[in-house]
């Protein structure tokens, strides 16, 4: 299986300017591809996370990636997504943040002079000249084009600074230099960067008379459309100070039942006909398999083999300690509690007094306050069904600290 295959089987790909020369590229040479990453916090978040495997497919594949780092860039922001203009960051800033993202994607891909390359586009932006760049670039691009991009509209009616209005031309900017000084042929990334991309792929056509290409990956959402990659606390750092890999494993153990193949499908290295074994064969309770091993396989990518048995074991040992320990409150449901086999989240959390009410039992489900079996439920119309729980009871965690036994 080629590797655009694999990414293609995995479901990673969402767009592509032309999807069948860009399968034959990577078919017939060792093709040079980039991705853009604006370093504007201190550490890598899970956001990026599905980039950088990108990246690792590709360089298995034998193919050479430029990571490209936003030192120029981020000296303006990128509107993409955003509701509101981008915190300014001093160069210093930005600098030190750089090296942060460097030590961390150093985990995931090679680099070295045969292997990838890791360059930032502030050494040629921040000393451009301006006439010289609007007579070169500028005249490239229309006005009217790029007011119907995705990446502006959201942000007309609140106010769109010309400061981030350039930056479309600026990472256009980075495609032709890159072709020009590595022969970069492909721009990848997040689907939310289609437009910023088709503009890279426009100016090289334009400017050198040359066929490039761009293709964006599927952006890492819930079964709701909602980014992953935030909890309570924030963002899912990939830095350990920040997330520690016991809370980067749990986030991962803890996906909704609807998503754990897809994560695993677009994160993982797991081969993708086993992934596609469990997505036949596990369902119900026994899709916890899946989790703790796609919570096992992301970790062990980010922090290592040994932090990911660590985080394993550790969630293995609370975990247990909570079914053996005698004094855990328990109740017990019998026959009349069930109906057709299984009870409602809500009555059970009433049953157990965890909560006083189904009015809190809904508002505690809906924040994400319950785990049963150490598996977050959000949906207040959940049924447990008795046939799922072989062993003959159920764990409740309420928040952290607060464990309920349920014997059927």
């Known amino acids: 299986m080629t590797v655009f295959q694999e990414l293609k089987r995995r479901g990673l790909i969402a767009q592509a300017t032309h999807e069948d020369k860009i399968e034959e590229l990577l078919n017939q040479e060792k093709v040079t591809f980039y991705i853009g990453f604006d370093p504007t916090a201190d550490s890598l978040h899970v956001g990026h996370f599905l980039q950088l495997v990108v990246m690792a497919h590709m360089q298995r594949a034998g193919h050479r990636p430029i990571a490209l780092l936003g030192t120029g860039t981020t000296m303006i922001g990128d509107p993409t997504g955003k509701t509101d203009m981008r915190k300014m960051l001093s160069i210093e800033d930005i600098n030190h943040n750089a090296e942060c993202f460097k030590r961390q994607m150093s985990r995931f891909i090679t680099f070295d002079e045969q292997g990838a390359l890791m360059v930032q586009n502030g050494d040629w932006l921040l000393n451009l000249n301006y006439m010289e760049f609007l007579r070169d670039v500028g005249v490239h ?67 050198k008379n040359q066929e490039v290409y761009g293709m964006t990956f599927t952006l890492l959402t819930t079964k709701e459309g909602k ?82 048995i660590k985080a ?42 965890l909560c006083p009410s189904k009015s809190e039992a809904r508002r505690l489900v809906q924040q994400g306050g319950i785990a049963i079996d150490d598996c977050k439920i959000t949906d207040a119309t959940t049924l447990l069904q008795k046939s799922d729980y072989t062993q003959g009871y159920l764990i409740i965690k309420k928040g952290k600290k607060v464990f309920h036994k349920v014997v059927f």
């Not at 040992?317 to 109906?339: H, I, K, Y």
């Open 312 to 353: 394993l074991e550790t969630s293995k040992s609370v975990f247990g300690q909570g079914v053996q320990d005698e004094n855990m409150p328990t109740t017990t449901l019998n026959a009349d509690d069930l109906t057709d086999g299984a009870v409602g989240i809500l009555d059970l959390l009433c049953k157990t007094k």
């Open 141 to 207: 691009f229309s006005v009217n084009r790029m007011l119907t991009a995705e990446c502006f509209k959201t942000r007309l009616e609140k106010g769109l600074s010309f400061l981030e209005f350039n930056y479309m031309l600026l990472q256009s900017y980075d495609f032709y230099h890159l072709n020009q000084t590595y022969n970069c042929k492909i721009e990848f990334g997040g689907d939310d960067q289609w437009s910023n991309i088709l503009g890279g792929v426009e100016l090289v056509r334009r400017k």
């Open 227 to 308: 980014k992953m990659g935030k909890t309570e606390k924030g963002a899912v750092w990939l830095d350990p100070e920040k997330t520690s890999p016991y809370e980067f494993f749990q986030y991962w153990r803890n996906v909704d039942d609807a998503d754990v193949i897809k994560c695993l499908k677009l994160l993982t290295f797991v081969p993708i006909e086993e992934i596609e074994e469990m997505e036949r064969t596990l369902s119900g309770s026994e899709l916890n398999q899946a989790k703790e091993r796609l919570a096992f396989e992301v970790t062990k990518m980010v922090h290592g083999e040994k932090e990911a």
